[in-house]
């Protein structure tokens, strides 16, 4: 089976610029997360999307957006991007029931010039 | 959730177990001990996670103290691959506070050949 999937791999933009960024969960993974890795820390949770709903959101700005889609993909949207916003993008998805094991995907480098 | 502190660094010789500490002094009696690790370039992977028991699966064993305050981590024949930063995470069920997972810096373990 394919783990997570994320696209692109890398992606450089400049200041100002809006960002989508894609991840296909496992098959049969419903719930999925976002989380934020900037260089030299842990990872920070963004969002958490269940059945299309948001379930979960970390302390990030209005900036950042999230959606779920029917076939449980999701995209996070990041406008008007920061320098701050270069980092590694993770998408992780976990059955609701089963959600102590999350899987990671490998994740999108961004970097805003 | 609870804090939880981790040893910046670490270093094992390959063959030999590896012992990752972790406090969580103020853990709640509801919250989880949970392990993922980073390999460079990958995305977390989940190890294990425990309540109160101790705990052990293929990948490693996990040893909580009895007032529940810290734990270990075993890896008990490291090997090279074995290199990442692992990271401890205290959190309550699922069902409060949805699925997220708070990553501190972990502990940056090398194994040595």
């Known amino acids: 089976d394919a783990g997570v999937t994320q696209s692109p791999t890398h992606l450089i933009k400049t200041r100002g610029q809006q960002v989508t960024l894609r991840c296909s969960p496992i098959?049969?993974?419903?719930?999925v997360s976002w989380y934020q890795q900037v260089l030299g820390q842990g990872p920070q949770f963004i969002f958490q999307y269940y059945e299309k709903e948001e379930r979960g959101r970390g302390n990030f700005p209005d900036r950042f957006s999230a959606r779920q889609f029917p076939n449980y993909s999701s995209e996070l949207n990041v406008n008007a991007l920061l320098l701050g916003d270069s980092a590694l993008y993770l998408c992780a998805s976990s059955l609701w029931d089963r959600d102590h094991e999350q899987f990671f995907g490998p994740g999108t480098r961004l970097t805003v010039l | 959730d609870a804090k939880t502190t981790q040893p910046p660094s670490m270093d094992c010789a390959e063959g030999r177990a590896a012992n990752l500490p972790c406090n969580h002094s103020?853990?709640?009696?509801?919250?989880?001990v949970y392990w993922y690790r980073q390999i460079h370039s990958q995305g977390p992977q989940y190890i294990i996670h425990?309540?109160?028991n101790n705990e052990t699966n293929e990948m490693a064993s996990l040893i909580i103290t009895e007032d529940r305050k810290s734990s270990t981590l075993i890896l008990p024949h490291a090997t090279l691959r074995d290199t990442a930063v692992y990271y401890c995470i205290v959190r309550v069920a699922r069902e409060t506070s949805g699925s997220r997972l708070t990553f501190g810096e972990g502990t940056q373990l090398t194994v040595n050949p």
């Open positions: 103020t853990i709640s009696g509801n919250e989880y």
């Open positions: 425990g309540l109160k």
């Open positions: 098959s049969g993974h419903k719930s």
